[in-house]
């Protein structure tokens, strides 16, 4: 029975690959990914009537998942969540009165359960080289973009009421952003690839 074989995520094309020097490596890249992740989501817009902000939060968390394959990916993701567990400001809607826990429990909690999926889901994309393709990434995008929305708009049902427009808070407001989103990091993947093969050849 043949062995399926999986390609690199785009971090691990680069630079050590084993030893002590791919450990720093990781442990380079985690910080630099929960930077990056707490940096994007305070990039935000406000919605009225809606109490999730749109924000880069979803380019970052799809960017990162691709780009670190899914082992390294769900770490990073968990050390972000772990961090604002803890108090810290990187969450899009966070504020001095309400952050950690009690956040993440809110109207973004589903959200944030959706991140993790996506981030396991974008990972073995990449593992299958998706991310060299723009047509694929876009795909691959699509499919992240709806392991976010499902569990938030279920959450945010459980947590305000189905009576409540859920879909006007959760979903419809944030649909034209993440189409320019989606198309963005399309491209960028497959553009990044590019750049090492030529790096390498």
Do not use: C, H
């Given at each position: 029975?043949?062995?399926?074989?999986?390609?690199?995520?785009?971090?691990?094309?680069?630079?050590?690959?084993?030893?002590?020097?791919?450990?720093?490596?990781?442990?380079?890249?985690?910080?630099?990914?929960?930077?990056?992740?707490?940096?994007?989501?305070?990039?935000?817009?406000?919605?009225?009537?809606?109490?999730?902000?749109?924000?880069?939060?979803?380019?970052?968390?799809?960017?990162?998942?691709?780009?670190?394959?899914?082992?390294?990916?769900?770490?990073?993701?968990?050390?972000?969540?772990?961090?604002?567990?803890?108090?810290?400001?990187?969450?899009?809607?966070?504020?001095?009165?309400?952050?950690?826990?009690?956040?993440?429990?809110?109207?973004?909690?589903?959200?944030?359960?959706?991140?993790v999926l996506a981030t396991v889901a974008l990972g073995w994309f990449a593992r299958f080289g998706w991310d060299r393709s723009a047509p694929k990434m876009a795909v691959a995008?699509?499919?992240?973009?709806?392991?976010?929305?499902?569990?938030?708009?279920?959450?945010?049902?459980?947590?305000?009421?189905?009576?409540?427009?859920?879909?006007?808070?959760?979903?419809?407001?944030?649909?034209?952003?993440?189409?320019?989103?989606?198309?963005?990091?399309?491209?960028?993947?497959?553009?990044?690839?590019?750049?090492?093969?030529k790096a390498r050849g």
């Amino acid at each position: 029975m043949a062995q399926a074989t999986f390609d690199k995520a785009l971090v691990e094309a680069i630079g050590p690959s084993e030893g002590t020097a791919l450990r720093i490596k990781q442990a380079v890249l985690v910080v630099l990914g929960i930077a990056l992740l707490a940096i994007s989501a305070q990039i935000k817009f406000p919605v009225p009537g809606s109490p999730v902000p749109v924000s880069l939060g979803t380019f970052g968390v799809l960017t990162i998942a691709a780009a670190y394959g899914p082992r390294l990916g769900l770490t990073t993701m968990l050390g972000w969540m772990l961090v604002g567990a803890l108090g810290f400001d990187v969450f899009a809607g966070t504020s001095a009165e309400m952050n950690g826990l009690e956040y993440m429990m809110g109207g973004t909690g589903g959200y944030l359960v959706g991140y993790v999926l996506a981030t396991v889901a974008l990972g073995w994309f990449a593992r299958f080289g998706w991310d060299r393709s723009a047509p694929k990434m876009a795909v691959a995008m699509l499919v992240g973009n709806a392991l976010i929305y499902v569990p938030g708009l279920l959450w945010l049902g459980q947590l305000y009421g189905w009576d409540q427009p859920i879909l006007a808070w959760g979903l419809t407001p944030f649909l034209v952003g993440d189409a320019l989103k989606l198309a963005l990091a399309a491209m960028l993947l497959p553009a990044v690839w590019k750049l090492v093969g030529k790096a390498r050849g």
